[in-house]
């Protein structure tokens, strides 16, 4: 349940309806929010047809002091500012205040490329696409402060169904909303949320995206700069709380499985990506997880919130399967014995 918020309007226009809306959460990012923010300011578009809605989620440090002058030389912004709730819950109180007919929702510590959404949003607006998926860059501070937009790739659109974009583009490692373009209406009329509270919210509501959507646009056309280096030791340090967040994720993205109407090809991959994703909190367990009754609490977890867990493709992922199902804690304490004798 979302705590009250308080929401701070600065532009007079902002109660009627626009062409995209664009949610930035902010928590703790006082080095980056500010390029990240201005970035949005170098796309070409009129500050009467779009919005920036900041959701303050609680910050800590300055990071609303570095762009205080910014918020108030421009009439589009609105910020919501929340006690800290998670990145979550920030971007469904986004959503829920946003009037735009599309939303991005890009990270507070990337960076959005120089000119480059203002052709996404048209191409958007002219096919009413649920989703346009555009690609992105990945670099570190030092190679940001070296790129050139002239850099940018040719401009192909293709347009594709959901399924088509599920089974060809939609890779489970890189379950990124900052590079995709939402029709509001597409989200609101399916109720899709991100799941409040955890880690890696992005997985099952990526996936549910593609399976709902009917009409989608996918180019090749950079949009973002996404910021490496930052995030990664938060991604690879892994305690309790992470890898039950994780876990969750799993949980909701193995609900999908059972939405009607599924073809075998999407059954099958969305199995697989699902895989991909217990295979990963299985050698996090193993690898990160010292205590063996902490591996214990975390199988029982994952037991209790998706029991019905089952993968059929090769005789490792159904014999994994059978022992996550009948004999959960031989298999997790299994594979440590195994992988520290590995290791000697």
């Known amino acids: 349940m979302c705590l009250p918020i308080i929401i701070c309007t600065f532009a007079a226009y902002n109660e009627g309806f626009m062409d995209l809306s664009i949610i930035v959460p902010v928590y703790n990012v006082e080095k980056y929010i500010r390029p990240?923010?201005?970035?949005?300011?170098?796309?070409?578009?009129?500050?009467?047809?779009?919005?920036?809605?900041?959701?303050?989620?609680?910050?800590?440090?300055?990071?609303?002091?570095?762009?205080?002058?910014?918020?108030?030389?421009?009439?589009?912004?609105?910020?919501?500012?929340?006690?800290?709730?998670?990145?979550?819950?920030?971007?469904?109180?986004?959503?829920?205040?946003?009037?735009?007919?599309?939303?991005?929702?890009?990270?507070?510590?990337?960076?959005?490329?120089?000119?480059?959404?203002?052709?996404?949003?048209?191409?958007?607006?002219?096919?009413?696409?649920?989703?346009?998926?555009?690609?992105?860059?990945?670099?570190?501070?030092?190679?940001?402060?070296?790129?050139?937009?002239?850099?940018?790739?040719?401009?192909?659109?293709?347009?594709?169904?959901?399924?088509?974009?599920?089974?060809?583009?939609?890779?489970?490692y890189q379950c990124y909303v900052w590079r995709t373009l939402f029709r509001r209406d597409f989200l609101l009329e399916n109720n899709l949320t991100f799941v409040p509270g955890i880690y890696i919210q992005d997985v099952p509501f990526t996936h549910e995206c593609y399976l709902k959507a009917k009409k989608c646009i996918r180019t090749s056309w950079l949009l973002i700069i996404y910021r490496r280096g930052r995030n990664e030791s938060a991604t690879f340090s892994f305690n309790k709380k992470k890898a039950k967040d994780f876990c969750i994720a799993i949980a909701k993205t193995w609900e999908l499985t059972h939405l009607k109407g599924l073809s075998p090809q999407v059954q099958d991959k969305l199995q697989e990506d699902v895989f991909a994703s217990f295979s990963m909190i299985i050698w996090i367990i193993i690898h990160r997880i010292e205590k063996a009754s902490d591996r214990t609490d975390m199988i029982d977890f994952m037991k209790q919130h998706v029991p019905d867990l089952w993968f059929k493709n090769g005789v490792k992922q159904k014999l994994e399967s059978y022992l996550y199902r009948y004999l959960p804690h031989f298999f997790i304490h299994g594979l440590y014995i195994y992988t520290i004798l590995l290791k000697k």
């Not at 919005?51 to 303050?56: C, L, R």
């Open 36 to 172: 990240c923010i201005e970035s949005i300011f170098k796309q070409g578009l009129d500050d009467t047809g779009y919005e920036i809605i900041i959701v303050n989620d609680g910050t800590k440090d300055r990071s609303m002091e570095m762009i205080a002058d910014i918020i108030q030389q421009h009439k589009n912004i609105t910020v919501i500012n929340q006690e800290n709730q998670g990145l979550s819950i920030a971007r469904n109180n986004g959503i829920a205040a946003a009037k735009g007919e599309y939303i991005l929702m890009p990270d507070s510590d990337d960076i959005l490329i120089e000119n480059s959404l203002k052709t996404l949003l048209e191409k958007a607006l002219e096919t009413k696409a649920d989703l346009v998926v555009a690609d992105f860059m990945n670099m570190t501070d030092e190679e940001i402060n070296h790129f050139k937009s002239s850099d940018q790739k040719a401009l192909v659109f293709k347009e594709k169904s959901g399924e088509q974009l599920f089974l060809e583009d939609l890779n489970p």
